[in-house]
């Protein structure tokens, strides 16, 4: 675990724990939710910089060639199973 210590405003402070909001699930779930935000953010700015580069959208034959071709990459280098493996998710 990991011990944080933050300073707020008194009657921020305040208004959080009358809020329930100091608690260590609160905060843990603040923190989560903002990280997804986040990472959806910049998801939506990777699609906007695509669009406007004007790369063609990828068929799912060729996301799914990626997919598999990016797996079967990462199992060379990892020494696990190799393509066509039961493993393998399509």
């Known amino acids: 675990m990991t011990r944080i210590q933050i300073e707020l405003p008194d009657a921020t402070a305040e208004a959080a724990r009358e809020a ?15 990280m997804r935000r986040r990472a959806g953010r910049r998801l939506l700015d990777v699609a906007t910089r695509i669009h406007n580069a004007g790369i063609p959208p990828m068929s799912m034959e060729e996301l799914d060639a990626e997919i598999k071709a990016a797996r079967t990459e990462r199992r060379a280098h990892q020494g696990g199973p190799t393509a066509g493996d039961s493993a393998d998710r399509t």
């Not at 329930?20 to 903002?34: C, F, H, P, T, V």
């Open 20 to 34: 329930g909001l100091l608690s260590n699930s609160a905060i843990q779930e603040l923190l989560e939710d903002a």
